[in-house]
């Protein structure tokens, strides 16, 4: 019965799956980008403080790039809150198998162990 639950259950696994891996690959692009805005963010107060740019350039480069890394904070707090609830509604899913699996466990149809109970 196990074998065809789970080949019942393999397409939305496999897209489960799938789903999940393009999740990695976001948040490692994700990071990746925070990353290179962070190391610019260095450059620039390097750059200022040897003259190469004025107050005014670094301040106009400064607000671009803290508005990027706002940006990305954003996305990834929301994919965090997606994901916590996908998670939430995963776990009740599971709980409410787990249940169904526990019953079948306790009582298989035809070998109850209630004498009045017995066909």
Known sequence: MFLVDDLLKAPFTALLWVFKEIHKSVQQETTGEHEAITRALSELYMKLETGLITE???????????????????????????AAEQGDEEEDEEDEEDEEDEEDEEDPPGKSLDPKRTQ
């Open 56 to 82: 005014e350039q670094f301040e106009a480069q400064e607000s671009q790039l803290l508005d990027r890394l706002d940006e990305i904070e954003l996305r990834n707090e929301e994919l965090a809150q997606a």
